[in-house]
T-cell receptor
């Protein structure tokens, strides 16, 4: 099976712009989660989608949004980019949603905001 | 407020010796704990997990110990190998359907040949 695929791998944007990141989960996986990784904060949970519904949301401002399509692919959008949004954005998929589901991560999208 | 704490940012050990990576948590509702390993330019990969009903779980060279009363867990790698050099994240979750994984900041392990 192919792993979790995230596109693009690298992205450079300027402040005030918006960006859309894409994630294709492992075939058969219906849950997709998004995490932000920064050197000082580790991995911080953004949100989780399961069967096109947002099931859980982290403590991020409303500029961060996401959605999931019927084929389980997911997109994450960040509007009005700020310098502090520069980070590695990781997508993870699992077969089901739940506390003990093993997450499979993609390689991430490295976003740089100038 | 960091609910999962990995207070040591880095650890360096000699090949063949034991690596002990520590993790503390503050949320008493956490009942399931995992370790993930991350190499540069790759996403984290699952390593080992433990539920609160156990105090130890082994998988080959990797053993996780859980001390619920101290809200502390540790990952032991024996023997350590150069290929183990990576960032290790501790993560925790509560026992509810809507519970999310909360990660620590990670520990960079370097295994010297």
């Amino acid at each position: 099976k192919a792993g979790v695929t995230q596109t693009p791998r690298y992205l450079i944007k300027t402040r005030g712009q918006q960006v859309t990141l894409s994630c294709s989960p492992i075939s058969g996986h219906r849950s997709v989660s998004w995490y932000q990784q920064t050197p000082g904060q580790g991995l911080q949970f953004l949100f989780e989608y399961f069967s096109e519904t947002q099931r859980n949301k982290g403590n991020f401002p409303g500029r961060f949004s996401g959605r999931q399509f019927s084929n389980s692919r997911s997109e994450m959008n960040v509007s009005t980019l700020e310098l502090g949004d520069s980070a590695l954005y990781l997508c993870a998929s699992s077969e089901r949603t739940g506390y003990n589901e093993k997450l499979f991560f993609g390689s991430g999208t490295q976003l740089s905001v100038l | 407020d960091q609910q999962v704490k990995q207070n040591s940012p880095s650890l360096s050990v000699q090949e063949g010796r034991i690596s002990i990576l520590n993790c503390d948590y503050t949320n008493s509702m956490f009942d399931y704990f995992l370790w993930y390993k991350k190499y540069p330019a790759e996403g984290p990969t699952f390593l080992i997990s433990i539920s609160s009903i156990k105090d130890k779980n082994e998988d080959g060279r990797f053993t996780v110990f859980l001390n619920k009363s101290a809200k502390h867990l540790s990952l032991h790698i024996v023997p350590s190998q150069p290929g183990d050099s990576a960032v290790y994240f501790c993560a925790a979750s509560g026992l509810t359907a809507n519970s999310k994984l909360t990660f620590g900041k990670g520990i960079t392990l370097s295994v010297r040949p």
